[in-house]
Nanobody, 118 residues
Framework: QVQLVESGGGLVQAGGSLRLSCAAS????????MGWFRQAPGKEREFVAS???????DYADSVKGRFTISRDNAKNTVYLQMNSLKPEDTAIYSC????????????WGQGTQVTVSS
């Protein structure tokens, strides 16, 4: 049984910063990637960033240059440093894990709210 728990969300003014954390527990084999997604009210969930085995990272165009993903493999923990936040970044942010044996993001956390005021 795998659990992912996000933390670090909150209310911040435009231009501010937040650092999100996601701690995974349970036995997870063959982790291919850990990533972050977000969903704003009335909108579909969208990809934000991912960290793949081998150290490669990917970012959505909307967050490039502002967000940085990192992880501690020993603890199965992934982080998202968010700088220069904008009101359009307001959303529930969730972390996820993708295994090498599956072509989907198979494990998800419940999310943490990030609200950016103008």
């Amino acid at each position: 049984q795998v659990q992912l728990v996000e933390s670090g969300g909150g209310l911040v003014q435009a231009g501010g910063s937040l650092r999100l954390s996601c701690a995974a527990s349970g036995r997870i084999f063959s982790v291919y990637a850990m990533g972050w997604f977000r969903q704003a009210p009335g909108k579909e969930r969208e990809f934000v960033a991912s960290s793949r085995s081998g150290g490669m990272t990917d970012y959505a165009d909307s967050v490039k240059g502002r967000f940085t993903i990192s992880r501690d493999n020993a603890k199965n923990t992934v982080y998202l440093q968010m700088n220069s936040l904008k009101p359009e970044d307001t959303a529930i942010y969730s972390c996820a894990i993708r295994q090498t044996t599956l072509n989907v993001w198979g494990y998800w956390g419940q999310g943490t709210q990030v609200t950016v005021s103008s």
